[in-house]
């Protein structure tokens, strides 16, 4: 102890004198147990106290303020804020010298969130005794809570020079600090107060706060993480750590986490402007634009909120919304020249020319970021003015280095003024710094030809058809150039290609057609569209151009042409089943079933269709239904993979010997991914074949399948395997990976225990029960440990909550009931024997050791019953013969007797049970 602590200790010892001081003494000690007390100066409190409340009931008649100054303190120990305001006050009218009692009531209306009144009491207790570092404290927040800062600030400096430990002091003061702006002092103290009080999540996340606004994400979401480790349901602490993210640009992460911090609190409409943020900055439009309607909707109608609806809806092509939001924007904030640019966008894209010139202006003369000259040239040239269109560009790549695609725009500004020359320039650059298009080569050519550089437009006409083979136009086009370069039969066949495309023939579909056999599908679709613009589609053309679009990814516009084709008439297995497997992908299982039934109903051998309803069934939790269709996949051929499939339904059904053997098969032809070797590992887990499941688990994980459970169920094995070392290593990894994984403190610890480590192994247990209070078996564990270190009391407390929680669970009830005999305590053990009994008729140890309690407890006829039961079920227990012989010699049975002892010597030979019962049959009559 230092010596600021003796000091204060001699002090109180002094004050003790008088029967008023005691209770000044009490409630000094009371708030100075909030940084810490020694035992001894806790035993001085409590007895103390108890001389002090024996002396209150000791009065005859009159209830002297000393009492209720008593039953003040108890109040507020027991948190019951009122009651102490009262009693408190009843006290303080009778003797107001007492400066304890008023902090005492200040802290109360403190909590009752009455500051004015609170302020007044602290202020009396300084005037009484200005040396109270709790009233100086109690004082500061107050202060904070009336929101004058400065003031709170120096109160809780003054708490701080009395009591330097006071963790909630340095917690106050650093908000004090943070509300006046001064986050650097701010953040000191909120550190100085989560090292006095590592528990404290409010230090922790007013910190995260102060290193938000300071811009230290990392650290910020550091001290959220940690507030969130000690309380997974804070939801303002997730809410805060999402904003956090957001800053550092992990959008997905922040949206996640602020729809956590939803679930637990409703968001406000500023909060729902953040997420919205977030979905926009990570692309999902959808989402964000949700977001944004409800802030809107729930009053945050700012410039900004229309501004960011209007980008989510301008990325969604919904421009005429854009347009709207936007002006919405300008309409709160008519500087805002973001929004001027972004709705010149919208209106451009839906061919409003004039009014988006407008709006690129309005943005120009603001000064807005970006190429605006640029997009004036754009409209420019839209509205046919090509001369201002090149001016307008021209001007903006004076400033701005323009894109390829830039200068190709300027190019055919340039070609449609006739300047062929600079158009062939621009185009020429565009292709060299890396626009590889159709129609930049296109231009070239057209630019070229004008110039009557028929070889280089032949050339380019030629680049143009490479890369869009049903581009007529320029075949057209390369005709004419090799027409004035004399190549008239190459000319011929250019031409009759143009009109064979422009009549719209089937080479394109054809052309899809090769184009999906060689996995191309993107360009087959395309490419079979084309075809249909000009041809009605038959019904296999359609399923044709469904397949390129499933082969994509396309489902919508696979499903859309499936359909289609059924509609016409098309009624084959095939496609069924491809539309089925659409539905699976789009996670419409009921469309999904009845498609693949439809299939087999078609062609009942084709495995696939089986293969696929059985993973419907499985992913809809009908794993009986799922196995069946796995089992007739594998009988019609599907392969062995589909034996994994079956090893998963097993191992869902329970049937993990099954899903082991299943998925052993499987990986006989085909090597296991990570994740199949853990798959497998957890079955062989559940059949008890733990060295199987510790080397699947190893595979999974070298693999680089290093999940919190995969750790996790590495460490049981290991555990059953007895390598607790390894078990311990694994819990370890598992509980970085995920701080909130169930059960993997409690299995640590149980490891730690077996390892002899006693002290880590009760920290770890502790700690299961700390963020899991209703986790029974964590309960059961450290009561084990406890009653093997001797303390059977406190083991006893252990087993009774655990069986709070589950009071029919016969294992706790038997190591309970254990425990009480050890103890000497026969009536609690045998009633937790009777309840084993109960549950378990055929659990012979239970009927052993009720019998024995009974015989203890002198009930000689319930003990014969019991123990008869017991050697009934397992005639190998010696010690129940033993003890039944002995019983019946206690109510004059003796023959019976004799016959018991003879039982024990001949099972079990040679045994200390053995000597004691031949020298209790010498002794019978």
Known sequence: MDVKREDVKREDVKRIASYASRITFYVTRYFHSKVGMSKASKILVVVVCAVWLAACAAAPSTRGPQSYFGAGFAALRAQKWAAAQSAFSAGLEQDSTQSAAFTGRGWANLRLGQFDAAYTDFEAALALDPEDASAWAGLGRAQLKQGAYAAAVESLTQALRRSPLRSSAYIDRGMAYYKQGQYDPAIADFTRGVRSDARSTRGYYDRGLAYSKTAHYDLAIADFQQVLVRNSSDGKARYALGVAEYHLARYAQAVQDMTAAFEIVQATAGQRYQRGLAYYRQGDYASALDDFNAAIAAGRGTAYAFFYRGLAEFHANRDE???????????????????????????????????????????????????????????????????????????????????????????????????????????????????????????????????????????????AIERSPDFSAAYRQRGLAEYRLGQTDLARQDFEAAIRLNAGDTATYALGLVEYHLGHYAQAAQNMTTAFQTTAPTAQQLYQRGLAFYGQGDYPSARADFEAAIAQGLDTAQVYLYRGLVAYHQNDDDRARSDFDAAIARSPGMNAAYRQRGLVAYRGGQFEAARQDFRTAQRLGAGDSVFYLLGLAEYRLGNYAAAAQDMTAAFQTTPPKAGQSYQRGLAYYRTGDYASASADFDVALRGGYRTAFAYFYHGLAAYHLQNYGRAVDDFTRAHKLDGTLAGVLRQRGLAEYRLGQTAQARRDLDRAIQRDPRDASAYYDRGLLIRDEGDLAGALHDFDRALALRPDDAAMLYTRGRTYYRRGDYAGAQADFRRVVALNPQQAQAFYYLGLTQYKMRAFGPAIASLSRAVEIDSTLPWAWYYRGLAYREIGQNERAKSDMRQVAARAPGSRVAGLAARALRRIP
């Open 321 to 463: 919304e854009a347009v709207g939001d936007f002006g919405r924007a300008i309409a709160r904030s008519p500087a805002l020249s973001a929004a001027y640019r972004q709705r010149g966008l919208a209106r451009y894209r839906l061919g409003r020319f004039e009014a988006a010139r407008q709006d690129f202006e309005s943005a120009g003369r603001l000064g807005t970021p970006g190429s605006v000259g640029y997009l004036l040239g754009l409209t420019s040239y839209r509205l046919g003015r090509y001369a201002q269109a090149i001016q307008e560009m021209t001007a903006a790549f004076e400033t701005t280095s323009p894109a390829p695609s830039q200068l190709y725009q300027r190019g055919l500004a340039y070609y449609q003024h006739g300047e062929m020359a600079a158009a062939y320039a621009d185009f020429d650059a565009a292709l060299n710094a890396g626009l590889d298009t159709t129609y930049a080569f296109y231009y070239r050519g057209l630019a070229a030809f004008h110039l009557a550089r028929y070889a280089r437009s032949a050339v380019d006409f030629g680049q």
